[in-house]
């Protein structure tokens, strides 16, 4: 049983930055798709980021609400992905889940990843 813990939630003022990170309890990276999705309070969970290999090579997805200000990326010796904010807006207020998928190809929908963290809170203040 995968196991993901996230961490690096807080609160920060518009227009800072903020790096979440998301360990896995086992070295999985080279065959799961590992994601970052958000749910702010009263909306859906929604995709943010995906990071999945094939062929040795990792790809990463955004959506387009974060394109040009969030990066994913991982380091394998260590089991761990990150979540790198920047230019941060009020709206990116949300519980941010770290979620895995045992494929290489990813998705935005939630229901098709079979692993969750606990979820991390970040709140940007205006």
């Known amino acids: 049983q995968v196991q993901l813990v996230e961490s690096g939630g807080g609160l920060v003022q518009a227009g800072g930055s903020l790096r979440l990170s998301c360990a896995a309890s086992?070295?999985?990276?080279?065959?799961?798709?590992m994601a970052w999705f958000r749910q702010a309070p009263g909306k859906e969970r929604e995709f943010v980021a995906a990071?999945?290999?094939?062929?040795?090579?990792?790809?990463?997805y955004y959506a387009d609400f974060v394109k040009g200000r969030f990066t994913m990326s991982r380091d394998s010796a260590k089991n761990t992905v990150y979540l790198g904010m920047n230019s941060l807006k009020p709206e990116d207020t949300a519980v941010y889940y770290c979620?895995?998928?045992?494929?290489?190809?990813?998705?935005?929908?939630?229901?098709?990843?079979?692993?969750w963290g606990q979820g991390t809170q970040v709140t940007v203040s205006s």
């Open positions: 990071i999945s290999w094939s062929g040795g090579t990792s790809s990463t």
């Open positions: 086992e070295p999985i990276f080279s065959s799961y798709t």
């Open positions: 979620a895995a998928r045992s494929a290489s190809l990813p998705t935005q929908s939630p229901g098709r990843y079979g692993y």
